[in-house]
């Protein structure tokens, strides 16, 4: 991937643990640089080396 392809929030919020997807998720929406119908890649990691992924597309509710 890319590094332009890559959000992270950690300087802006500090570590939000398990919010941290949600929000870069909504700051990517509200800045328009995150469209209904794009795919997202999305992982996070955890202690005791657990972790996670999820490749979905974008769909806002309002």
Do not use: H
């Amino acid at each position: 991937m890319r590094k332009e392809q890559v959000i992270v929030t950690v300087e802006k919020y500090g570590n939000t643990s398990g919010a941290s997807i949600p929000m870069a998720i909504n700051d990517l929406y509200e800045s328009g640089k995150l469209q209904a119908g794009e795919v997202m890649l999305l992982d996070a990691f955890g202690g005791g080396l657990t972790w996670g992924s999820a490749l979905i597309p974008f769909s806002p509710t309002k």
